[in-house]
């Protein structure tokens, strides 16, 4: 925003005409701590001034080259071909605001129509909705679809989920009367679902099928959290049964961008189709057999169902699903499958290279694990300073996030795509290597 | 048959041996339009007088539907997950919704034949 227009006096009348003192007290269900608090910025500074301030500000932040990124956790770099901002950038999709009307936008609608099919060809399910916000609330819509499916009222994650995905999943459920659980102790009668990260948190394969299976003899939903690009090498949900698979989209053509715009996308079963959330566009024939396309199956949406609406979703991430649509068109499924096995075979040249680093060891040698791995170490904070030094972004130490699971304490989970060239593989285990020795020799 | 009572949220229900069977009037399904979907309740659900029992949904309209008694819903009427169109050609016959095992009597406020014809008398639109 480089330009605000409001006065003092515009704000003191808005803030009087909504009740709130002060915009502390306006932004009060924000965190304290996340907050701008001040900038600092003395009064009487010229434009020209403050725009410089600013850039020195900017400039603090630490920018690291996509090759030098081991780092994925839920939003990954990923090679992006210019065909995907050539085609969302056409004013047609880019300025439009969510034209649904079928009168007037016969283009955006058939646009959503292709990511439904190609998210459902891409999970093997049966049907597809228009997108959602992102992974973590896509997956907290099917743990309500689950819920309003089965009567029941609690959800149990297994194997590792993304801990913001699984807070995510708790904030619904305080809303909408669910409880989380993790782990399979509790599946029981009154379990909607087992949901599951494929591959998990750590980067771990998951036994998918032997988990839709523990849910299908409770009379649960199987819902399955998956990762789009690992769909190029691993069995699609629809094959193992899941009855919902959701995912995040951001690595189907989307930069990182400090975390959003993503695209989440939620797929099911043709028996649960009317508990999907959100838009849903249809294929339909005119009165002249010609092809169109409409919105369809939105009577559970708020402007019809209104309090008893079953989820409050009622838009989606057009922009952002045309871009994994140009993507996955533009790869195809051979192209798909590529990205897969790259990323997979530099993950595991990567991994084996710092396993046999003194020191280092993988976390979890028994597990399988496609492009994302977790290894322990000695001195994390240690080696990842040298990275850092190097100017590369080392994997995510997982510690933190789980704090009452001691085997997690020293793992970092490091990541490999294919914008991860041999020559920065070289790089990271040289620095690790060295790391590992300087610690070592400290320690004497 | 037994004698059929409905509602001023145009349900209708007949009980026969303490137990009462539920759908919606013609007039109902009159002013809906084609039925494309019903969400019903699972079997063994408790009933007050008065709850919201389901989601009958139209061409044109999503509307709650309202059980006439109180009870326990005995079973509920799986051919319309196929053929919800039988809501709108047999309202009172295959269209049938749920059927419940009373708990107690019938409740007060229920119209007869000529108080519900009254009651729509006027009504559509």
Redesign the interface.
């Known amino acids: 925003m480089p330009y605000l227009v409001h006065s003092t006096d515009d704000r003191r009348a808005m803030l009087e005409a909504l009740g709130a003192a002060s915009m502390d007290e306006l932004l009060v269900d924000i965190p304290a701590r996340l907050r701008l608090r001040s900038l600092g910025l003395e009064p009487g500074l010229s434009e020209q001034e403050t725009m410089a301030r600013m850039r020195a500000l900017a400039g603090r932040n630490r920018v690291f080259e996509d090759r030098l990124w081991f780092r994925g956790a839920g939003v990954y770099r990923r090679f992006i071909p210019a065909a995907v901002s050539a085609v969302i950038s056409k004013p047609e999709f880019y300025t439009a605001y969510t034209p649904y009307q079928p009168e007037a936008s016969q283009g955006t609608l058939q646009a959503i129509f292709e990511f439904q099919t190609l998210i459902a060809e891409l999970t093997g399910m049966d049907v597809a909705n228009a997108s959602l916000y992102d992974g973590a609330t896509a997956l907290a819509e099917a743990a309500m679809m689950a819920v309003v499916h089965t009567g029941r009222h609690e959800v149990v994650t297994a194997g590792c989920l993304h801990p913001e995905y699984a807070e995510v999943l708790r904030c619904y459920g305080d809303g909408r009367g669910f409880q989380l659980r993790s782990g399979l102790d509790h599946v029981g009668p009154e379990t909607a679902a087992v949901i599951f990260q494929q591959p998990s948190f750590l980067g771990l394969l998951e036994d998918a099928s032997g988990l839709t299976d523990i849910a299908h003899r409770h009379g649960a939903l199987s819902i399955a959290c998956v990762d789009p690009i690992s769909l190029g090498m691993l069995a699609p949900p629809g094959e193992y049964g899941a009855d919902i698979a959701v995912g995040e989209g951001q690595q189907l053509g989307l930069a990182p961008s400090y975390g959003g715009p993503h695209v989440g996308f939620i797929a099911s079963r043709q028996e649960l189709v009317r508990r999907l959330p959100g838009r849903l566009v249809g294929e339909a024939r005119d009165d002249r057999g010609r092809r169109g396309y409409v919105l369809t199956l939105t009577a559970r949406e708020q402007h019809i169902r209104r309090a008893k609406a079953t989820s409050n979703i009622c838009t989606n991430h057009s922009l952002c699903a045309l871009a994994a649509s140009v993507y996955l068109t533009y790869m195809g499924p051979e192209g798909l499958r590529q990205v897969a096995e790259v990323s997979h075979q530099r993950a595991h040249a990567l991994a084996e290279r710092l396993a046999a680093i003194p020191g280092i060891e993988l976390a979890f040698p028994d597990r399988h694990f496609l492009n994302e791995f977790p290894v322990r170490m000695f001195h994390v904070e240690h080696h990842l300073a040298r990275l850092r030094e190097a100017g590369v972004l080392g994997g995510l130490p997982a510690g933190p996030s789980f704090p009452d699971q001691p085997d997690l304490a020293n793992v970092v989970v490091f990541c490999c795509t294919e914008v991860n060239d041999p020559a920065a593989i070289d790089l990271v285990v040289d620095v690790m290597a060295e790391a590992a020795r300087t610690a070592e020799e400290g320690r004497r | 048959m037994a004698d059929r009572y409905y509602t001023e949220t145009h349900e209708w229900v007949a009980v026969e041996d303490g137990v009462a069977t539920i759908g919606i009037t013609d007039f109902a399904q009159a002013q809906l339009g084609d039925v494309v ?1 019903l ?1 019903l309740p ?1 079997v063994g ?1 408790l009933l007050e007088a008065g709850d ?1 029992f389901g ?1 009958v ?1 139209s061409v044109k ?2 509307s ?1 539907l309202y059980s006439p008694v109180a009870g326990t819903v005995l079973e509920i009427n799986e051919d319309l997950n196929t053929s919800p169109e039988r809501v709108n050609t047999d309202p009172y016959g295959q269209g049938w919704l749920i059927r419940v095992q009373l708990n107690g009597d019938l409740g007060q406020g229920l119209l007869d034949e000529a108080g519900y014809e009254s009651l729509t008398q006027g009504q559509s639109h």
């Open positions: 979907f969400e699972r659900k919201s989601v949904e309209a999503a709650d």
